[in-house]
């Protein structure tokens, strides 16, 4: 399958969408009374579920709410790019993504691993692969 302009530009959406709905997720975990789908995907991210994750320290969701900001904010710039600069400048569109996701990858994964959450960069694996897709190589249109 030939990866066209117009496919990079649906990814990058799809991209946005993937990264950005991280962002509500956490941001329910700034209120005790809507913790529990950010406690629940934090469970899961350092896995296994044990229910040992808790949201109740306020650190924990101060750093939620900073972290849900960044991530749908990441999101929606992601889309705008798509929208707004693809047509323009696709290769740098491509490329700025690319660069921007594999250092969120090094970085969260390296710190997964040093806080002793080691599944967690693995399942980054597999969001990386997720927001990469087809973004990895160059569009050829005919």
Same mark, same amino acid.
Request: hydrophobic share 50%; proline share 5%; charged share 15%.
């Given at each position: 399958?030939?990866? +066209?302009?117009?496919?990079?530009?649906?990814?990058?959406?799809?991209?946005?969408?993937?990264?950005?709905?991280?962002? =509500?997720?956490?941001?329910?975990?700034?209120? +005790? +009374?809507?913790? !529990?789908?950010?406690?629940?995907?934090?469970?899961?991210l350092?896995? =296994?579920?044990?229910?040992?994750?808790?949201?109740?320290?306020?650190? +924990?969701?101060?750093?939620?709410a %900073?972290?849900?900001?960044?991530?749908?904010?990441w999101? @929606?710039?992601?889309?705008?790019?798509?929208?707004?600069?693809?047509?323009?400048?696709? !290769?740098?569109?491509?490329?700025s993504?690319?660069?921007?996701?594999?250092?969120?990858? @090094?970085?969260?994964?390296?710190?997964?691993i040093?806080?002793?959450?080691?599944s967690?960069? @693995?399942?980054?694996?597999?969001? %990386?692969?997720?927001?990469?897709?087809? %973004?990895w190589?160059?569009?050829?249109?005919?």
């Amino acid at each position: 399958m030939i990866m +066209t302009h117009q496919f990079h530009k649906l990814w990058l959406k799809v991209a946005a969408v993937i990264i950005g709905s991280f962002g =509500p997720v956490f941001f329910l975990g700034t209120m +005790t +009374t809507t913790v !529990e789908p950010a406690r629940l995907t934090l469970d899961l991210l350092s896995w =296994p579920i044990d229910g040992v994750t808790t949201y109740s320290s306020p650190d +924990t969701r101060f750093l939620s709410a %900073l972290t849900g900001g960044f991530l749908f904010g990441w999101g @929606v710039m992601i889309w705008c790019l798509s929208v707004w600069v693809y047509d323009k400048a696709p !290769e740098f569109v491509r490329r700025s993504l690319l660069v921007g996701v594999l250092a969120w990858f @090094v970085l969260d994964s390296a710190g997964s691993i040093a806080s002793g959450n080691s599944s967690n960069a @693995v399942i980054n694996v597999l969001v %990386l692969f997720l927001v990469v897709g087809p %973004l990895w190589r160059p569009a050829k249109d005919r």
